[in-house]
C-alpha cells in the first residue's frame, strides 16, 4: 500500500489574511490566543504547551471536528495522530517569529523535558487584525471588534517606537492621530495595518520600501485619511521630515523603467537632471511623453504635488459583469498637463517602480487598487 504524503507550502504573515481555507489551523493558532486575551483568560505574550494547544485544535479546528465526526475515538490517541500536522504548523509560526520557544518543562505523564512556546508581540497583533477584520454581527461583535482594533493598534505602536528612522516615526504619529480621531476602527484602515505590518516585520515579507510606498499612496487611496496624513507629516520635526521626504524621493526615482516610447538620449537628459537636483529632497526627477505633440523629457516637481496626483499610485481590477470574476489588473497612467504644448492631461507620468509588464507590484496585496468597475 502506498502511503499518502501530504506537501503544503510555507506561508508568509500576508498569506495569513487572504482567506485560504489551507491557512485555517495557522489562524486557529493565533485566534485562540487572542480570544483568551480578550476574555480575560490570558495576557499579552501567552505561554503555552503543545497539549495545550493541540487538544484546543482538536475541539475546535473545523477540519479535525469534520475528520473525526462520529468517532469513538479518545481525545489523545487523536491529539497522538496530529501532532506532526500541528507541530509542522507550529513551526512555520516560529520561522515567522509570531511564536518562540521560550524554554522547556517536565511533562505530567513521563517526566520528560518538553517545550514551552509563547506568543510574541507580532503574533498577539496578527491575531487581533485576524479579528479585526471580521465583519461584526451583533453588538458582542461590534465590541470584540472595537477591542481587537484597539489591542492591535496598541501593540504596532509599540512596535513603531522601537525604531528611530523617519519612516517608523511617521507612521506611529499618523496611527495615533488616527486613534484620536477614531478612525482606527474602519474596515480600510484595518486593511492598511495588515497590508503595511508584513513589510515592516522581519520575515519573508520584510521589504521598508514597500512600505513607504504604500505610506505614500495614502491620501489618493484612503481619501478620508489625507488630512490625517498631511496633518503627521507637517507636525514631524524639521530633521524628521527632511529624512522622510529624501527617502521618498530615492524610492520615487529608483529603478527607472523606461517603456518603448521613451529613447536613450532622454535616458541620459533625465539622469542629468536627476544629479543636480539630487539633494533636492522636496523634488523629483520624473520623465514623461506627451500624447499630444510627442514629445519625450524629463522634468521636476514638488514632491508634495506628486503625492497629491490621483492616480500615480494605482491599478484598476477588471470585473466580467456576468461572472463578477476578478480580471486581469491594469496600470492606471497618470496624465498631467505637457510642460511643451500646454495641452491638458497629456503628458503620461512614465511610470518608475511598476513591473515590467507594467502592473504594479502592490497588486499582490490588493493595497494600492480600486474597486473593479461593472
Known sequence: MTK?????????????????????????????????????????????????????????????????????????????????YI?????????????????????????????????????DLVGFLLIASKTPRNIQDESTHRDASYMALSIFNTFLKQFESSTFLFLSNFITKCQEKELHTSDRFIRFMRDIF??????????????????????????????????????????????????????????YYYPYRTISSIVKEWELM?????????????????EECKSSYPFVQDIIKFIQLPDIFVVEIGADPETMQEEEATTVLQKINCLKCRKENSLVIIPNWYAVEGTEPMINTFYATREPEI
Open 4 to 84: 499518502k504524503v501530504t506537501i503544503y507550502e510555507k506561508v508568509s504573515i500576508r498569506d495569513l489574511f487572504d482567506g485560504n481555507t489551507n491557512r485555517r489551523i495557522y489562524r486557529n493558532i493565533l485566534l485562540w490566543n487572542v480570544n483568551l486575551i480578550l476574555q480575560g483568560q490570558a495576557s499579552i505574550g501567552n505561554q503555552f504547551g503543545f497539549t495545550q494547544l493541540g487538544n484546543w485544535l482538536i475541539e475546535h479546528h473545523r477540519s479535525f471536528i469534520e475528520e473525526y465526526a462520529g468517532s469513538h475515538l479518545t481525545k489523545s490517541y487523536r491529539l497522538h495522530a496530529k501532532r506532526n
Open 274 to 290: 536627476r544629479i543636480q537636483n539630487v539633494q533636492d529632497y522636496s523634488k523629483v526627477t520624473l520623465s514623461g511623453y506627451c
Open 198 to 255: 508584513p513589510h515592516l516585520y522581519i520575515s519573508a515579507d520584510f521589504n521598508v520600501r514597500m512600505s513607504r510606498i504604500m505610506i505614500m499612496s495614502i491620501p489618493t487611496l484612503y481619501p478620508e485619511l489625507a488630512d490625517t496624513f498631511f496633518q503627521t507629516l507637517n507636525e514631524l520635526n524639521e530633521e524628521t521630515k527632511r529624512l522622510l521626504l529624501f527617502q521618498f524621493k530615492i524610492d520615487i526615482e529608483t529603478d
Open 87 to 123: 507541530q509542522s504548523r507550529l513551526d512555520d509560526l516560529i520561522g515567522l517569529r509570531l511564536i518562540k520557544k521560550e524554554g522547556t518543562m517536565k511533562s505530567e505523564k513521563n517526566k520528560t523535558d518538553t517545550p514551552i512556546y509563547k506568543f510574541t508581540p507580532g503574533g
